[in-house]
């Protein structure tokens, strides 16, 4: 095949690699397939373009409306994303691999779309929490806003998800309304270029929304300031590299890091062999070891099961291993296809050598196992490799080392406590799983491990048919972890959005907040609107507008008839000596409800006018059913 020059794109331009540049295999066949250089880039120029002209325009978006633009981009890469199939295959990645990487980014922002359109302002300034009373009469009151930084986002991945990973770092940025510098893992840049040039070609979003960097970052760290933020997936040793830089600390740039991970699962003292949750087990190991060639951050490393449960195990895992296809992951039958270069491979294998100190191998021979239509040794192959530390809590290397492949350690504990112990010892993690169908093993992990973890997972037989798995982290929820995970967070919903954010109190009058906020606020003025607002767009609304109607009064006729038409015959509302016996009733009351019907009564507008729609409880939207990354 032809080699791929791989372009960076900056300040709206596709720009050649020039100087030293690296060449990129396919990790399939061992082949040069591409090559990555970004000497001839102007780096401050390309923060210059990110900060005046993307977040220029970006900024000047509402929440909702960088929401849609997200949903339409997101949906343009969904019709196109059988080209970035094919390209995943030489990452070593099985079309099921692929569905978790680029379907699971395109699911993503597909999730923040939906969030920022139901949980975000259409407006300019996120409000975060209650008014706070400041003062005894109610002039001076308080509120926290958030607005989008007035920087970049740096934005640096792992090789392992070259889509997912960046379009989740993506979508929480562009809709805060920060740009991003996208710096993907050069081994797969590749697939990372085309889904770029996709985007770029949709017009969708505004110039210097977002840039990529095919090749080294250069001086472009030294070249950060305290309104922009970089966001790291990968080593702890490149985290740790990265987050030293002086120009960082001195100016407090904010750094997330989300890092190694010594993800362990507990199978419950509860789960016998007879038990849906040993079978549970053993389904999610065996998925960790082998989706992706196990090249995933929140994979399982570490099996802490009950001692009696260490033989079981070893034997039923090994069994559903050996029926594990690896080869091509173009082929229909390949169930494991390579790791993602033979540098990778190589990595894992000199992992694996130091965990053998400490273990034995139960499964999985790197010297010796079958691939279909490719060669294992031209190839990034391995076998899953199923180890057995008989000792773990004089192991230090379980506990400590990661071989990022296929390869999970099997360990027995004594007891709950022991169980937790081991889970912990891994030193902060992704996501720790706990398979159980006792309800009190769930609550003595989470008080024992939750500080440890990121996320803890739990599923038994009432969940497993809808459970994501022990691997998936969702657009939802939290994903980062303490200790060596990074201390970082990503995702999480608004939550991630609001890292891209700047937090800040505001001080002042019911007016004076009122108008920064763009929400009315008790005490600030009201207007008299010059007609109902039923009969008026809502552009045509203005903040404050207030309708006062003329009074009903509330009779015990109406309060006996709502009681009989509803059947709240609660006894506040009906027993005069009851209700007064209550000291909270001074005897019978109108319904709550009576109430809200009869202020709605007085407050509707009845002749037909351009309301669409009026209040109520919004549908929670569908989980996308793509594939999640980890």
């Not at 899953?384 to 192991?395: E, F, R």
């Not at 019911?510 to 005490?523: C, E, Q, V, Y």
């Not at 009779?555 to 005069?576: K, Q, R, S, V």
Request: with cysteine; proline share 6%.
């Amino acid at each position: 095949m032809t080699l791929m020059h791989l372009h960076s794109f900056a300040q709206g331009r596709w720009i050649a690699p020039s100087g030293s540049t690296r060449r990129i295999q396919n990790a399939v066949t061992g082949a040069d397939i591409a090559e990555a250089g970004s000497d001839n880039l102007d780096f401050q120029a390309m923060l210059d373009f990110a900060r005046d002209t993307g977040g220029s325009a970006l900024r000047a978006m509402t929440f909702h409306e960088r929401a849609k633009k997200l949903k339409a981009l997101a949906l343009y890469l969904q019709e196109r994303r059988d080209e970035l199939y094919t390209l995943s295959y030489m990452t070593g990645a099985t079309l099921s691999d692929s569905k978790i990487d680029i379907d699971g980014g395109i699911g993503t922002m597909l999730v923040f779309a939906s969030k920022g359109r139901r949980e975000m302002p259409d407006g300019h300034v996120f409000i975060d929490g209650e008014v706070e009373q400041l003062s005894r009469g109610g002039t001076f009151l308080g509120q926290h806003i958030c607005t989008p930084l007035l920087g970049v986002g740096i934005q640096i991945n792992a090789f392992n998800f070259p889509v997912w990973g960046m379009l989740e770092k993506l979508a929480p940025s562009l809709l805060a309304g920060v740009p991003a510098i996208v710096k993907p893992a050069t081994a797969t840049s590749y697939l990372t270029e085309a889904c770029v040039r996709m985007m770029a070609e949709s017009g969708i979003f505004p110039d210097g929304s977002f840039q990529l960097i095919c090749g080294g970052t250069g001086d472009l760290l030294d070249r950060l300031g305290p309104q922009d933020i970089v966001s790291f997936t990968g080593s702890a040793d490149t985290a740790l590299m990265l987050r030293s830089n002086p120009i960082l600390l001195k100016l407090g740039v904010r750094f997330l890091a989300e890092q190694d991970s010594l993800n362990g699962s507990i199978l419950g003292p509860d789960a016998s062999v007879d038990t849906p949750e040993f079978d549970l087990f053993v389904k999610e190991v065996v998925r960790e070891m082998t989706a992706k060639a196990g090249q995933k951050c929140t994979a399982i490393r570490r099996m802490i099961v009950p001692d009696a449960m260490v033989g079981p195990l070893s034997e039923a895992i090994s069994a559903k291993l050996a029926t594990t296809v690896i080869g091509d992951p173009s082929l229909k039958t390949t169930r494991m296809g390579a790791l993602a270069s033979t540098s990778q491979k190589a990595d894992v294998l000199a992992r694996v050598a130091q965990l053998s100190s400490e273990c034995v191998r139960v499964f999985g021979d790197p010297d010796a196992f079958k691939v279909d239509g490719a060669d294992s040794v031209q190839g990034a192959f391995l076998p899953p490799m199923l180890l057995h530390c008989q000792d773990p809590d004089a192991a230090r290397h379980v506990h400590e080392t990661e071989a990022f492949g296929p390869v999970a350690t099997l360990m027995g504990y004594r007891d709950l406590a022991h169980a937790g112990e081991l889970l912990n010892r891994g030193g902060g993690s992704l996501v720790g799983s706990v398979i159980t169908n006792d309800p009190a093993v769930a609550r003595e992990i989470t008080l024992t491990c939750a500080a440890w973890h990121g996320r803890l997972y739990f599923n038994n037989r009432d969940s497993m048919a809808e459970a994501t798995g022990h691997g998936a982290p969702l657009p939802h929820m939290v994903h980062g972890g303490p200790g060596r995970a990074g201390g970082g967070e990503e995702l999480g919903g608004i939550r991630g959005v609001m890292h891209f954010m700047q937090r800040t109190a505001i001080q002042g009058s019911p007016d004076i907040l009122t108008a920064i906020s763009g929400t009315w606020i008790k005490g600030a003025a009201e207007i008299t609107p010059p007609a109902h607002p039923f009969t008026r767009t809502f552009e045509e609304l203005q903040i404050g507008e207030t309708i006062t109607t003329a009074p009903r009064a509330v009779t015990l006729e109406d309060i006996e008839h709502f009681a009989e038409f509803t059947g709240d015959n609660f006894y506040a509302h009906m027993d005069e000596d009851a209700a007064k016996a209550n000291p909270f009733f001074p005897g019978r009351v109108a319904h709550g409800y009576l109430l809200l019907s009869f202020a709605a009564g007085l407050f509707v507008e009845p002749n037909p006018g351009p309301v669409l729609a009026n209040t109520g409880r919004p549908e929670q939207p569908e989980l996308p059913k793509a594939g999640i990354a980890g």
